[in-house]
């Protein structure tokens, strides 16, 4: 894929709910999502900063994909 983006929370958020997950919880400023699968993680959603390639990896890694698997959905 050549290089990883950096997304906002909203556009991570918008992937996961394109992969059939719901906010279950929220706690501050991290919204915890789950799907029906039993598959969850959280998505720090602070005002003004964006999700790093880091980041996205490991919230791909918790639901059980590739990064670029979920980038695919975007």
């Given at each position: ?12 958020s ?44 490991q ?12 980038l695919?959905?975007?």
């Amino acid at each position: 894929m050549g290089s990883t983006p950096v997304l906002r929370p909203s556009e991570v958020s918008d992937i996961l709910r394109k992969l059939g997950f719901e906010v279950v919880r929220q706690r501050g400023s991290h919204l915890q999502f789950r799907d029906t699968r039993g598959r969850c993680t959280t998505v720090p959603a602070h005002k003004g900063r964006d999700i790093t390639p880091p980041l996205l990896r490991q919230i791909a890694k918790d639901i059980g994909m590739t990064l670029e698997e979920f980038l695919s959905f975007r």
